[in-house]
């Protein structure tokens, strides 16, 4: 699986919007980048993915590069809720239809009053 | 969404004892279900991958013996950590998928395991 490289921490006062860049220069061209951020003591919350388009949700927008070897999260408007460990993972393919998340280090965000 | 529950959320037993986690996906069949492990202060690490009716894969350095995995029907996997000592003590989380190109693995609220 190509592998990610993220800032370890990040602030971000509340109210703007935080932009978490991830680094993924060894990606495949059918490797999706997906998003997930875990809470303190949660599972991991499922935030965005794409493939090689912007995409955006209710939650975030995801801004892929045109060579794809980096992306952006962005939440528009950051809240104290928003404070959590952000993982970016490049989804690996095992074949019949079956895929496997590995996850790394991660980007602790503290969103600051 | 997409939900998928952990049940017990948390547990203490004594070492040497046995302990069965479930995990279940409430609104959607899951041809896949995973198992991870999370160490205070770390990543998630995969431990098994497991498809409805089949034998579960394991990671390299994840002892099948011990972590035994039944993924029984497509709602439910178990993952029973078989005498437990206190080295297993560690947050165990499920995710569930449908298997199908593009969908995302949808995560459980995860197990506290703490073994006396």
């Known amino acids: 699986d190509a592998k990610t490289t993220q800032p370890p921490s990040m602030d971000c006062a509340e109210g703007r919007a935080a932009n978490l860049p991830c680094n993924h220069s060894?990606?495949?061209?059918?490797?999706?980048v997906y998003w997930y951020r875990q809470i303190h003591s949660q599972g991991p919350q499922y935030i965005i993915h794409g493939l090689k388009n912007n995409e955006t949700n209710e939650m975030a927008s995801l801004i892929i590069t045109e060579d794809r070897k980096s992306s952006t999260l962005i939440l528009p408007h950051a809240t104290l809720r928003d404070t959590a460990v952000y993982y970016c993972?490049?989804?690996?393919?095992?074949?019949?239809?079956?895929?496997?998340?590995?996850f790394g280090k991660g980007t602790k965000l503290s969103v600051i009053p | 969404g997409a939900v998928v529950s952990q049940h017990p959320s948390w547990v203490i037993c004594k070492s040497g004892t046995s302990v069965k986690i479930e995990c279940r996906s409430l609104?959607?069949?899951?041809?896949?279900m995973f198992w991870y492990r999370q160490f205070p202060k770390q990543s998630l690490m995969l431990m098994a991958t497991?498809?409805?009716?089949?034998?579960?894969?394991?990671e390299q350095g994840v002892e099948k013996d011990k972590f035994l995995i039944n993924h029984a029907s497509l709602t439910l996997s178990t993952l029973t950590v078989t005498s437990a000592h206190p080295e297993d003590s560690s947050f165990y989380i499920c995710s569930a998928s449908p298997g199908l190109a593009g969908d995302e693995q949808f995560f459980g609220p995860g197990t506290r395991l703490t073994v006396l």
């Open positions: 993972i490049v989804r690996g393919f095992l074949g019949a239809g079956s895929y496997q998340l590995t």
């Open positions: 497991s498809n409805e009716g089949s034998k579960a894969t394991y």
């Open positions: 609104d959607f069949q899951a041809t896949t």
């Open positions: 060894t990606i495949s061209g059918n490797e999706y």
